[in-house]
Nanobody, 125 residues
Framework: QVQLVESGGGLVQAGDSVRLSCEGS????????LGWFRQAPGKEREFVAT????????NYADSVKGRFTISRDNVKNMVYLQMNSLKPDDTAVYYC??????????????????WGQGTQVTVSS
């Protein structure tokens, strides 16, 4: 069974830092590319960051580059999103996702076939 469970969201102030975590089943992690996406109210789900199976290559949306860092621990079946210098525009539900290893550069939600339930991040000004 493929399972992904996010945690770590909450209400923070602009400029704060938050680390999101996502724990998955072995099936969700083994040889998979992993990604973080987000969806704000009334908007489509959008790409945030992805990481390759080995963790040595990453890809970021321009809007978060330099502020967010994605990482993974394949022993613990965990993927993280460290978010620094948060802005009100970062307010959204954040989802982790897994997909085929060759999708590590993809920015399209449709290319990822397993999803967590999401965790809310709200950034106040």
């Amino acid at each position: 069974q493929v399972q992904l469970v996010e945690s770590g969201g909450g209400l923070v102030q602009a400029g704060d830092s938050v680390r999101l975590s996502c724990e998955g089943s072995a099936r969700a992690f083994n040889t998979k590319a992993l990604g973080w996406f987000r969806q704000a109210p009334g908007k489509e789900r959008e790409f945030v960051a992805t990481i390759s199976w080995g963790g040595d290559t990453t890809n970021y949306a321009d809007s978060v580059k330099g502020r967010f860092t994605i990482s993974r621990d394949n022993v613990k079946n965990m993927v993280y999103l460290q978010m620094n210098s948060l802005k009100p525009d970062d307010t959204a539900v954040y989802y982790c996702a897994s997909g085929p290893s060759w999708r590590w550069r993809s920015t399209r939600p449709v290319d990822f076939d397993a999803w967590g339930q999401g965790t809310q991040v709200t950034v106040s000004s």
